[in-house]
Structures are given as C-alpha cells and as structure tokens.
C-alpha cells in the first residue's frame, strides 16, 4: 500500500470545508499525461490507500503483461480513528489510514500498452472499487 516515507506532522487538523468547496471541479491532474486512457474522477470523496492498491492490482490482472499503469494520485493525508470502546476524551485518536481527497475532474489512474476494449474493461472494473463515480477518458 502506499504511505509516505516520513512526515512532518503525525496528526493533521480535521479540514472543514463545505460541500461547495469539495464540488468545486479540480484544476490541476485533470488530462491524461501518460497514457492513452485514464480513469477520472467525476464526484468528491477521500480514496484510501488499501482502496488506490485493490483498483491497481484489478487493473494490472485484467489488463495482462503488456499494460503499463500510472497511479496519478498519492495518499499523503493521515486520518485519525480513536480505538474501540473507548471513553469521550482523553485527546485525539492515533493515526489509522492514509487517504487522497479527491475532487471532479482528476485523473486517478491511466493505462497504455493494451487495446481500448482491454484498457477500457480494465479501467471500470478499478472504477467499481473506488467511493467516486468515474469515467473513462482518452488522450
């Protein structure tokens, strides 16, 4: 899975932002750069890093040897979880998982190497493992 080699700061503060903002449509990330088909994001939410590793690894098996996959996105934001069965207080929970807040219009994954109804049923098939609706794009 992926996770930062070292961090700055263990804990980061709980972000606060309204709907609006989440919907706001992205505005760097959102062309396919590697490949000649991508997988972008057309809803708000956070990915999990065991979340990017599932779609990956569903990507590379349905799409064989010859394909090549880019992952466009890094989880590099802790988030916090207070164990089970544990009292109100006695401060904020350890970290627990890495996520990515993705916003629409990023590219998530690309592929290239196969041919478009391979890299297609590849890409929506890693699509059905993630929290966002997707669609497919080409270059």
């Not at 009292?87 to 993705?102: A, L, Q």
Request: charge should be positive.
């Amino acid at each position: 899975m992926l996770f930062p080699k070292k961090v700055k700061h263990r804990k980061w503060q709980t972000a606060r932002l309204s709907e609006a903002k989440l919907a706001r449509p992205e505005t760097r990330g959102i062309t396919v750069a590697f490949g000649a088909f991508g997988l972008k994001a057309e809803s708000p939410s956070r990915i999990a890093a065991n979340q990017i590793e599932a779609a990956r690894r569903v990507m590379q098996r349905s799409a064989g040897k010859t394909a090549k996959v880019w992952i466009r996105i890094f989880p590099d934001r802790p988030v916090t979880q207070k164990a089970a069965e544990v009292p109100m207080g006695k401060g904020k929970g350890d970290p627990d998982r890495y996520v990515f807040e993705v916003r629409p219009g990023r590219v998530l994954f690309e592929i290239d190497g196969v041919e478009e109804a391979v890299a297609r049923e590849a890409l929506r098939k890693a699509g059905c493992k993630l929290p966002v609706k997707t669609r497919i794009v080409t270059r």
